[in-house]
């Protein structure tokens, strides 16, 4: 196993891989914040600005767990379209 | 090897991943991702940090932190990295389509995933620092690396 073997499969595509996954992580972030928000909005109106901590770490938690799967999932399909082992 | 990837079709093969390995993923991350983050929070011991506190205060009062909570950190950090790596196997390698299989994998290739990001890290940190540009750009290099270690291509 040679882990320097990624820098010969993403040759002469580092920015289009950078930029799929940032375009892919900014829409994620867009989603989770939004979403995180109207969870969180309704708790801080009612229980003051702490909120509940069990559900304000659960969404913490849960974003950072969204964001994880989908940088791996994007990472092996990467991988995968590059060494022409496509899934689909 | 394929010249150009593919925006689209990259982006379908990754929703493909996740629909045909849903259930993996979803126990996987969270047992593995979710639960120990969730956990160390709520446990954590934390300190407001003051609006108006400097770079170096922030770093600090984060050092302390850490060093206050090491014995709930630690474990959280290093049950994700496992899961991290079993995600990795079971989405990258079809003769592995166990969760367990795929947990016992990640096992034998934790060592090598840490220090590949480790070293991947101090990278992508010093071309961060140089002119931000080579940092983003190496990050689109190394994007591949947990995929290449869980499969053990070799160069």
């Known amino acids: 196993m040679d882990p320097s073997s990624a820098l010969a499969i993403t040759r002469g595509n580092g920015w289009v891989s950078f930029l799929l996954l940032f375009l892919v992580m900014l829409v994620a972030f867009v989603v989770l914040s939004v979403a995180s928000l109207a969870i969180k909005l309704p708790l801080v109106l009612v229980v003051g600005p702490e909120g509940i901590p069990l559900v304000t770490h659960a969404l913490g938690a849960f974003s950072n767990m969204v964001f994880s799967v989908i940088t791996v999932a994007l990472s092996v399909a990467i991988y995968r379209q590059l060494t022409a082992q496509p899934n689909i | 090897m394929t010249d150009r990837l593919d925006f689209t079709a990259t982006w379908d093969e ?44 922030v ?16 474990p959280a950090f290093l049950c994700s990295l496992l ?73």
């Open chain 2, 14 to 57: 990754t929703r493909q991943l996740l629909r045909s390995h849903g259930e993996g993923v979803g126990a996987i991350a969270g047992a593995m991702l979710f639960l120990p983050d969730w956990v160390a929070n709520m446990f954590m011991q934390t300190e407001q940090l003051s609006d108006k506190a400097t770079i170096s205060e």
């Open chain 2, 59 to 74: 770093a600090a009062q984060w050092q302390a932190m850490a060093a206050a909570n090491w014995y709930i950190l630690l």
């Open chain 2, 83 to 155: 899961g991290t790596v079993a995600l990795y196997v079971l989405l990258a390698r079809s003769d592995l389509p166990k969760i367990g299989d795929a947990i016992r994998a990640a096992l034998v290739l934790l060592p090598t995933y840490f220090l590949a990001q480790l070293l991947s890290g101090l990278i992508f940190g010093l071309g961060l620092l140089v002119l931000i540009l080579p940092g983003l750009y190496l990050i689109g290099r190394f994007a591949p690396l947990g995929a290449v270690i869980a499969t053990g291509q070799s160069g």
